[in-house]
């Protein structure tokens, strides 16, 4: 197995599920701050996460991309820090820093010697309040998330397709603007798209603090009570209530063409349940029924479309579970050389009907099980995933009850269930189909 | 995300260990050489394996025979087929990864505990007795066919092919190991077995193991896994003579953002200004925002989401190399810039202050490198490559702190050289065109 073309096609990645317990504390500032502690002393190093309850699907029509603009300008500088100097503190401390944005959440993280937790925390309770936007600064840095733009989705026509395709996914949910923004929009960005962001959406009780690595509880508490504790609540902060899709009536099909695509595949989207507080069976299902049509070599589509028959040179299917809102359940079906897209297609179809019918290998099912089982033990090996899962989860609308019995749910999927989330998911009226192709008067096939 | 890394990471200096970390050097009864660290608090074992060569080792005309190879280990093994070899590791929980580099075969393994001898039996039958049956080999050819077809409109892909195949023309080094779409297509069978047997032999492997085990155990493993290998296989290539002169090269690709690589040759790993090389690139390109071509390139410009230098010293040849993308409208733009500060860091050379925040940094870091059994399994067995000893763990922070400004400045002169300095650009960049210094 190649995989290089598996990591060409991007995002197909499966969700695993695993923590343990016990090494987990959880309490919440008198400001309404989320705090999540994962122990881990193996390593004099600690992960220091803050997420706020804000993405780009909070953000106001006609501003798409200002979370992720926001998120770029937070390491301009504030009141006290100039430009650049928070990335370069925790440099002079041996750390290193990020920050990512999704449709559902912003996030900061450090990682650095656990010595130095209490620093990380006073530069980021700053600019959590403080931030400081110079004129130069807004431009330049509109230039650089320009190029993010060109790098990530204008040099690539496979991203390009996606952003089309989720656009036609949400009729109505602002799932179907892409991330980093449209480029039409981004170029309207300035100071006040941005501050009004910030100013409704930073504040503690809409964030959650994540600290992973060699604390402990007690040392974490004291320490975000210090530095995030004064820190006031935004009163006025709304609940996270967006717009829902309507009924989907209509299938939707798209074909994009563009002559740097050099290999064709196909690919469906199905509008799917996400995992929701207290309500994860039918997500639990899903994310099951993905492995098993398409998690590697003795999967479904695998078998029948590249083992039985030479359809394929690769097929999948993904489904992300954790989200506030309405997910989506995919397939893709890269074909074979001599293989049409329509012959790919009607191929992936005849399967997931033989499928329905046939129903759950329950050898397949144990062994994806186990895996999963076995993923709690891997898990531990990796603390900064772990709070990766705790942030997207909380950040995602679950609690950390939910996101402790997800293990065991996950392990109590019967056959039947998975089943029932297969009919209910696969109805063509909530789906996009996308085609990817060269120009097709070029395309000998 | 504020900088995409990536490549980074997979060429930064073989790290460094925590003194927390002990290393033990564990010889099997059978003769294998490996390190080990116990950490007994989480049931499984990281192993990682490193054959020597790599897709380097490939034979005339055979271009991307040990790629090829290398992706059909799992493909069926002793009395399995593909789809029982993998369901056999499901069942078991364990995960094998095997891949072909240009200097090294790579396999990393980890399982747990309570199947241990079931996955490594397993492990050992994809190594020693892999099937490479014919339709196994048709299939996995045609995703390679597949994957080399989209490489063919990468524009980072282009470029990088591109700046190798004018450096090292008919060595290894100036192609893809993964071959091409007419090298691939007529390898047989023959030829896989004879790249299997080629190349995962005894006299090219290192082993590193971090995990619940112990020394003793360890050995018994080491020789029912490997004991069995071939003793020797093919000859390496000699070293690779670098033949690109400075300039500029444009490859004309329709993308609206056009990407360099840029690169001349660099050190050696066992050149003895090696390290203080590599905190000097650390200042000069790193990737992180303190870097100087992050900070004039993206910070002080906008002409890029990211750009980095970084030194890649590989087995027969060394070279400093960096990659940019930036609209076409703005890439001549940021090749200038670039262009001086290549110069400006050669002429004048880096600041005290610079010295000074970067070995913080990379003393700092130092110990944050080793947080997981697989990245430290994965760190040791670079370590064995790069023919470094288990002291190095504990020498390397007092080696970075002892560069003096005056040795960086000499190396930065020695490493850094604006007149060799040459771009290989994808795209439809405005006012770039090919160019040769000499």
Known sequence: MIRSFLTALGGLVLATAAWADDEVTTFTLDNGMDVVVIEDHRAPVVVHMLWYRAGSADETPGRSGVAHYLEHLLFKGTDTLDPGEFSATVARNGGSDNAFTSFDYTAYFQRVAADRLGLMMQMEADRMVNLRLLDEDIATERNVILEERNQRVENDPAALMREQLRAALYLNHPYGRPIIGWRHEMETLDRTAALDFYEEFYAPNNAILIVAGDVTPDEVRTLAEEHYGPLPANPDLAPRARVSEPPQLAERRLTFEDPRVAQPYVTRSYLAPERDPGDQETAAALTLLAELLGGGQTSVLTQALQFESQVAVYSGAFYRGTSLDDTSFGLVVVPSAEITLQEAETALDAEIARFLETGVDAEQLDRIKMQFRASTIYARDNVQSLARRYGAGLASGLTVEDIQAWPDILQAVTEDDIMAAARMVFDRNNAVTAWLTPPMLEVTQ | ?438
């Not at chain 2, 524009?155 to 192609?175: E, K, W």
């Open chain 2, 1 to 438: 995300m504020r900088i995409l890394l990536g490549l980074i990471a997979a060429l930064a200096l073989a790290a460094p260990v925590r003194a927390a970390v002990e290393i033990q050097e564990v010889t099997s009864p059978g003769g294998i050489d490996a390190w080990l660290v116990e950490e007994r608090s989480i049931p499984f074992v990281a192993l990682e394996l490193r054959f020597e060569g790599g897709t380097s080792l490939d034979q005339p005309g055979k271009r991307g025979a040990i790629n090829l190879m290398a992706a059909l280990l799992e493909e069926g093994a002793g009395d399995l087929s593909a789809q029982e070899f993998t369901a056999r590791r499901e069942g078991l929980a364990a995960s094998f990864d095997y891949d072909a580099y240009s200097d090294a075969i790579s396999v990393s393994a980890q399982f747990l505990t309570e199947n241990r001898d079931e996955a490594v039996a397993l492990l050992r039958s994809s190594l020693i007795a892999p099937r490479f049956d014919e339709d196994a080999i048709e299939r996995v050819r045609a995703q390679v066919l597949a994957s080399l077809r989209q490489d063919e409109k990468d524009p980072d892909t282009i470029a990088n092919r591109a700046f190798m195949a004018s450096a090292f023309g008919d060595h290894p080094y100036g192609s893809s190991g993964d071959g091409t779409v007419e090298t691939v297509t007529a390898l047989t069978r023959d030829d896989i077995v004879a790249a299997h047997q080629g190349t995962m032999t005894r006299d090219k492997l290192f082993v590193s193991a971090v995990g619940d085990i112990d020394a003793e155990a360890l050995g018994t493993l080491l020789d029912t896994l490997l004991g069995d290998l071939p003793e020797t296989g093919f000859d390496a290539p000699p070293p690779a003579t670098y033949a690109l002169q400075g300039g500029q090269t444009v490859i004309p690709f329709d993308t609206p953002q056009s990407v360099a690589v840029f690169g001349h040759e660099g050190l050696d790993r066992d050149d003895p200004d090696f390290i203080t090389a590599y905190v000097v690139n650390e200042i000069m390109g790193a990737g992180s925002f303190e870097s100087r071509l992050m900070n004039e390139v993206r910070e002080q410009r906008g002409l890029t989401y990211g750009i980095y230098s970084y030194l890649a010293a590989r087995d027969l040849a060394a070279m400093v190399m960096g990659r940019v993308a930036s609209s076409n409208q703005t890439m001549a733009e940021a090749v200038d810039v670039i262009r001086a500060e290549w110069a400006k860091i050669a002429e004048q050379g880096i600041t005290a202050q610079e010295l000074e925040d970067a070995k913080t940094f990379l003393t700092g870091s130092y110990p944050l490198r080793f947080d997981g059994n697989g990245p430290i399994a994965n760190i040791l067995v670079g370590m064995q490559m790069d023919g470094l000893s288990t002291d190095y763990v504990n020498d390397r922070n007092g080696m970075v702190d002892a560069i003096t400004l005056e040795e960086a400045n000499r190396v930065a002169a020695r490493l850094y050289d604006p007149e060799a300095l040459h771009f290989v650009i994808v795209g439809q960049p405005e006012g770039l065109m090919d160019e040769a210094s000499n």
